[in-house]
């Protein structure tokens, strides 16, 4: 009966961070270029409780990760200079304090410095590596779709739009940013167009989250149950040994 218990809490763990990121998933459905996640789970033998004639291994439920579905939302019409955003697979290069970092919040606008910067002051990076620099007397920039930079007949530069044969080595940092936890090396992104006057929605599907919500909880309160029963069944054996004695 400790294994069932023991196995129960596992499962219970589990469901506990996957509430987490489901709930995180829905208040992200109106950030811009975020991405859905989910909890990859997977069994883990372990030796039980003392027992007699109890099943070796039991299999314990664990979190294996977190999955993030790289699928593209929907594009939406700004209107703004500054606003961009990729169609197809890829993503903006920004430098951060931390280093080199991806992202698909195309949320830019200006400093003080004429750098085109993210909401948090990080400079946007273009296909050479460097700092994007415009200078707002020179008139209005214009964002070709293969991400080249234009004031008048001037080209100030071009949007570095990057792509990773392996998204799984994108780990997610905060303020909508990725890091590369690897040595693997992105490469231009030659098939992605940039838009200029749109932004990408999040590719959250409230419905589905909200039902997930709910499996989430009824798993949750039957598990709850399910220990409760067992619990209570080992109370009643200890008391029935306790009056033959």
């Known amino acids: 009966m400790d294994n069932a218990l023991y196995v129960g809490l596992s499962r219970q763990m589990l469901l506990r961070r996957e509430l987490d990121i489901t709930a995180n998933n829905i208040a ?16 883990e033998p372990r030796a039980p409780a003392v027992t007699a004639q109890g099943p070796r291994p039991v299999k314990f439920v664990m979190a294996d990760g977190v999955a993030r579905d790289f699928t593209q939302g929907s594009l939406r019409q700004t209107g703004g200079s500054f606003d961009l955003a990729i169609e197809g697979r890829g993503f903006f290069k920004i430098s951060t304090a ?7 919040d195309g949320r830019f606008m200006l400093d003080d410095r004429g750098r085109i910067v993210t909401q948090q002051g ?10 994007i620099v415009v200078d707002p007397q020179k008139g209005l920039m214009t964002i ?36 590369n936890n690897s040595n693997l090396q992105p490469q231009a992104a030659t098939d992605a167009k940039v838009r200029q006057g749109m932004l990408e929605a999040s590719n959250v599907k409230p419905v589905i989250e909200m039902n997930r919500l709910i499996e989430i909880s009824r798993a949750y309160e039957s598990i709850t149950r399910m220990m409760e029963n067992e619990a209570e069944l080992s109370r009643r054996s200890v008391e029935r040994m306790g009056r033959i004695q």
């Open 28 to 43: 992200n459905m109106d950030t811009t270029g975020f991405k859905v996640e989910s909890l990859m789970a997977k069994t």
């Open 98 to 104: 931390d280093g080199e970092r991806y992202t698909r």
């Open 122 to 131: 990080d400079a946007l990076l273009d296909e050479g590596g460097g700092e």
């Open 144 to 179: 070709a779709s293969d991400g080249a930079m234009s004031q008048g007949a001037e080209r100030v530069g071009k949007v570095g739009a990057v792509s990773f044969d392996d998204l799984s080595v994108l780990e997610k940092v905060g303020d909508n940013l990725l890091k």
